[in-house]
Structures are given as C-alpha cells and as structure tokens.
C-alpha cells in the first residue's frame, strides 16, 4: 500500500528558509491519478492546504501563502518537496504531506506529519 | 480564522447519534459537491471519512454520513462509540484560485 514520509529539520531560524520532503512509497509519484499536497497544522489548532504539485510539475498555492511557497517533484526518487521562504514564529507546525486524489477530490492518503519549530 | 465555521465541540453518549456540522459559502461548500470529513486521533494524521459530500472509502463504517444543504455540510456518526472520540475536519473546494479550504475542527466526546 502507499505511504508517505516527510523529512527535513525541525527546526528553522526566522528569516530563513524551511524545507521539507515527502517520500512516497509503495507507488509511484508519476501516476496521474493524483495530485501531490502539503498541509499543515499549528499547535492545538485546524488545518490548512498550503499547495499541490501534479506529476507534470503543475502547482496550485494557497494564496495567502503564494508568494513563499516552492513545491517542487523528484519522479526520480519518487519525491515531491516543499520550500517556504521568509519564516516567522507563525509557520510553526505540524507540517503533512499527503495525496490529492483526482477521482475522490480528497486527501486519501497521509503521511504521519512533522514538527517544525521557527525560532532562533 | 478557518474559511468554514465549524462547532468547536460536540458531544454524545454511546449509541447515540451526532452531527457536526460545516458552514461555507456558495463559493466553497454551496458551489461544489467535493466536500469531504477527515477524523483524527491526538497525535496522529487525519483520516478520510468522507467524500464527495456522502461517500464512504473502503473500510469506513457506515454509521458516518454526509449530506449538504445549501452551503451547510454534515456529519453524522450513528452508534456512537468510545472509539470515535476525535477531532473532526471538514474540507471543501474552493474554485480555481483558493483549491482546498478547511473548518476549524470540532472536538467529538463520547460521555
């Protein structure tokens, strides 16, 4: 079955750059079945979709976070990657990398999520 | 502040049922039938409950409904049991330039 894996330092300094990768597992990226999704998660508080890359490297962004957000795919390594520019103590949280499926229009797959903390 | 307004909590004895409801506008909930529920555990990822506004994935019991009336989703969980203790999330599209928006999460207890 697929699975999904987020990777990347937990830890990032205001100012400067966060960068995650989701490695997926048990499928391949390159399917077109799927749209490939990053949504976070602050402490004690609700979601939020931040962007989507489909296979052909086509992104969609939340607009309230376009201007800082980089999500990018790797169909060699059956990786996609998120990049989030300008930090502040605001991007904290539970960051998840999960799978937009074109044919349910949900996130039908997660992975177990990772915490990021902005501070210096 | 979540795009769709959802109750912070609601709770219920075993057996019983609940719903949760998920308000949006005609530009997210009332435009589109892709609304779908996500259950989640402290600690954990979320889960898909629910697509589509009313269907079930694979291996979701189907004491969990959806349902949408104007731009007001539900979900209602029948039989209630201790189990089904989590938060729950809605999430609906949004058009082509927003995509993807969420409620603020309701908190289940099971009395």
């Known amino acids: 079955q697929v699975q999904l894996q987020e990777s990347g330092p937990g830890l990032v300094k205001p100012s400067q750059t966060l960068s995650l990768t989701c490695t997926v597992s048990g499928g391949s990226i390159s399917s077109g079945s799927y749209y490939w999704s990053w949504i976070r998660q602050p402490a004690g508080k609700g979601l939020e979709w931040i962007g989507r890359i489909y296979t052909s490297g086509s992104t969609n962004y939340n607009p309230s976070l376009k201007s800082r957000v980089t999500i990018s795919v790797d169909t060699s390594k059956n990786q996609f990657s998120l990049k989030l520019s300008s930090v502040t103590a605001a991007d904290t949280a539970v960051y998840y990398c999960a799978r937009d499926n074109r044919a349910t229009d949900a996130f039908d797959i997660w992975g177990q999520g990772t915490m990021v903390t902005v501070s210096s | 502040q979540s795009a769709l307004t959802q109750p912070r909590s609601v709770s219920g004895s075993p057996g019983q049922s609940v719903t949760i409801s998920c308000t949006g506008t005609?530009?997210?909930?009332?435009?589109?039938?892709?609304v779908s529920w996500y259950q989640q555990h402290p600690g954990k990822a979320p889960k898909l409950m629910i697509y589509d506004v009313s269907k079930r994935p694979s291996g979701v019991p189907d004491r969990f409904s959806g349902s949408k009336s104007g731009n007001t989703a539900s979900l209602t969980i029948s039989g209630l049991q201790a189990e089904d203790e989590a938060d729950y999330y809605c999430?609906?599209?949004?058009?082509?330039?927003?995509?993807?928006?969420f409620g603020g999460g309701t908190k289940l207890t099971v009395l």
């Open positions: 999430c609906s599209y949004a058009g082509s330039y927003t995509f993807w928006v």
């Open positions: 005609s530009s997210d909930v009332g435009g589109y039938n892709y």
